[in-house]
């Protein structure tokens, strides 16, 4: 049962002989951005000829994903529909979440971008701290390289949808499922891998009810949302400095061991990046350490 949403979302996108299928009409999944996937010949087989060093690559049945290492991104060299024309697992196992310290995930939402991207890229690198990018499959689009770029650093990617419009995303579970594998295709386009872990424009709060988290579940997503936020994406658009003050009012009378901080690397979001480094000591002072959001990650909430 636990693969039968993703699974109807595949009937109707891929017959059992590797064809399209032309399902469609009242009560069938919408026709998917996924059923225009074209898989290559060889699908995964020869991308990594050996293991790499900076990230992991999710074997066939995902048993691999319990990590020793707080800071190495987890990918997938099969997409969705891939996975399942392999008849290969989809479900996530389950993951002993890492709670053995004080860890803070930097998160970037709604890029990559060609201008704040690349400054918060030089900031973290200048600092040795690794961060995860939610991006949207029509920036990466837009910025391959700066995707790339996120990607030979050891930062983590994750799936922030298309294109981030809620009326879109938000018809159905089998369109909110539709964006997040379309853009699954074009990051793996771009760097030969998929992200495992996702975030869903908004949050799922209010949003989501049982029959998103079906989905999600049974497409072999880990949703990740946040418990902190430098509140960067609101109407009164603080300044570096209220960033920081927001994010330490935060932490004031809790400081929870995994910290979960929400941010936003897209134009328009200079001050995020001029606050960077300010955080980065702050959280450092507080005895936190850096980490990328994989799905052995706890849940902020």
């Given at each position: 049962m636990k693969r039968i949403f993703c699974l109807m979302l595949v009937i109707a996108a891929v017959s059992l002989f590797g064809g399209y299928s032309s399902?469609?009409?009242?009560?069938?999944?919408?026709?998917?951005?996924?059923?225009q996937i074209k898989f290559p010949?060889?699908?995964?087989?020869?991308?990594?000829?050996?293991?790499?060093?900076?990230?992991?690559?999710?074997?066939?049945n995902f048993s691999n994903l319990q990590l020793a290492?707080?800071?190495?991104?987890?990918?997938?060299k099969y997409e969705v529909l891939e996975r399942e024309a392999k008849g290969l697992s989809l479900n996530l196992p389950e993951i002993e979440p890492y709670r053995a310290e004080k860890v803070a995930y930097l998160t970037f939402d709604d890029g990559p971008d060609d201008k704040v991207t690349p400054t918060i890229l030089d900031?973290?690198?200048a600092e040795g701290v690794h961060a995860t990018f939610f991006v949207l499959g029509s920036m990466v689009e837009q910025n391959p390289n700066v995707l790339k770029r996120i990607?030979?650093?050891?930062?983590?990617?994750?799936?922030?949808s298309y294109n981030h419009v809620y009326s879109e995303l938000y018809r159905s579970p089998w369109d909110f499922a539709d964006q997040f594998i379309k853009t699954d295709e074009i990051i793996k386009e771009t760097i030969g891998v998929r992200p495992l872990i996702i975030r869903a424009p908004g949050g799922t709060a209010g949003?989501?009810?049982?029959?998103?988290?079906?989905?999600?579940?049974?497409?072999?997503?880990?949703?990740?949302?946040?418990?902190?936020?430098?509140e960067d994406a609101t109407a009164s658009v603080p300044n570096a400095s209220r960033q920081v003050d927001n994010i330490i009012k935060q932490l004031k009378d809790?400081?929870?061991?995994?910290?979960?901080?929400?941010?936003?690397?897209?134009?328009?979001?200079?001050?995020?990046?001029?606050?960077?480094?300010?955080?980065?000591?702050l959280l450092r002072n507080k005895g936190y350490k850096f980490g990328v959001v994989t799905p052995m990650t706890p849940?902020?909430?």
């Open positions: 399902v469609g009409g009242d009560g069938d999944p919408p026709h998917t951005a996924a059923a010949a060889v699908v995964g087989e020869s991308f990594f000829e050996h293991e790499p060093e900076h990230f992991v690559v999710a074997n066939e290492e707080i800071d190495k991104p987890v990918y997938d900031i973290l690198k990607f030979n650093e050891g930062h983590a990617i994750g799936n922030h949003v989501f009810n049982n029959d998103y988290w079906a989905m999600v579940d049974s497409c072999g997503y880990a949703e990740y949302d946040w418990n902190a936020s430098t809790y400081q929870p061991n995994t910290l979960i901080i929400l941010m936003h690397s897209k134009a328009g979001k200079e001050e995020t990046a001029k606050a960077l480094p300010v955080l980065i000591d849940q902020p909430w």
